[in-house]
Each structure stands twice: as C-alpha cells, then as structure tokens.
C-alpha cells in the first residue's frame, strides 16, 4: 500500500475509449458524511470495502457542486485506500483518466494507476504532489518528471493511455508534462 497524507479528489473521475464513456461517478449523488465504498456499487477499498480505508464525501471543497472526495491518512495510521476498479483488464485502445485534486498547503497526495483490476500486481503510473506545490510522477521510471502546482485551489491531472501505440502521457492543468512508453509501467 502507498501512504498519502491528504488529499481531496473531485470532478468526474473516468475513463473513456474514443467518445465512450466507460465509467463516470457524479459526487452529487452521495450526501456528505456518506463513506465512498460502503455507498456504491463500482468504489471498494483495498481491503474488499473496510471501513477504516474508506474515503468520505464532503461538502467543504467542490470543483463544481457541493462535494468531493476526502482522502486522508497519516504515516502511522495508514491511509485511506479508495479503489476504482475498472471492469476488465483493457489491452487495446485510448483510454483518459482525469480528476481534479486539491492538497490543502502544508499537505501531500498521492494517486496511481495498477497494471490489472487485481490491486497490488502492479503500478502502471504514480503521482506525487509534496507539501510545497511541487510533484513528481513515475512513468516508465522513477522520478520521470516533476510538476508544480498550487496548494488550497483544484489542479486538473489527466492521464491518456493509448495501448496500441503503447505511449502513455501526463498532463497536469492542461500542461504536458511526460510521454513514455505505457508499457514499462511506473517503474520501466
């Protein structure tokens, strides 16, 4: 498991195949207090849905809307460990993930992508936003490259796989900021 500090995610998670949208959550839906996982059909856990790893929803931070996602956790507490599990194992096409993060200042985030549905087999992509506005992303290796963004506001993060170029690319508030080979995973 990876260790994050906090973190909120908002906006519409999702990932899509050419204009198909695969799968989108709309936060609106949940009241705010409501636990992620144990109020859907799609979000668990790392551990199968534990309570104690569950991200609540809140109405303190919104990109638009009233709620987000707010992720917490601490080095000696553990963090939450919300999952999306995507419904199969893709092998071909151009897939976006997006979302929107807000690290509140003097606090870190953390987020990844797994190789297969399964948690834990792999990484294929990392990123790391530190607690003064800088971040770093692993994709096809470690430390592949650094950003920067600002602490107390919404930084927008997508990620494009294109699995049969086999080329990944990150871009963070629009910017570019690293293309790799998919492939090689988070790691290479």
Known sequence: MRKILLLAI??????????????????ESYNSG???AANSDVWTTW?????????????????????????????????????????????????DFSLKMYIVSGKGGYFNIQESSVPGIGWMFEVYFDAAGGG?????????ATFSYTPN?????????????????????????HTWQWSLGADG
């Not at 908002?10 to 959550?25: E, K, R």
């Not at 569950?54 to 553990?78: E, F, K, L, P």
């Not at 770093?136 to 592949?144: M, Q, R, V």
């Open 136 to 144: 770093y992303i692993y994709a096809g290796g470690a430390n592949a």
């Open 47 to 95: 551990s199968g849905g534990t309570a104690a790893e569950d991200a609540t929803v809140s109405n303190a931070q919104a990109t638009s809307g009233a709620n987000s996602i707010h992720v917490t956790g601490s080095a000696g507490g553990g963090p939450t460990d919300l999952i999306l599990p995507f419904p199969e194992d893709y092998t071909s096409g151009v897939y």
């Open 153 to 177: 506001s919404w930084t927008s993060v997508l990620v494009r796989a294109n699995l049969d170029a086999d080329q990944g690319e990150c871009f963070i508030n629009s910017n570019s900021i």
């Open 10 to 27: 908002a906006g519409l998670p999702f990932m899509a195949q050419a204009q198909t949208t695969i799968f989108s959550d709309n936060f």
């Open 34 to 36: 409501d636990l992620v």
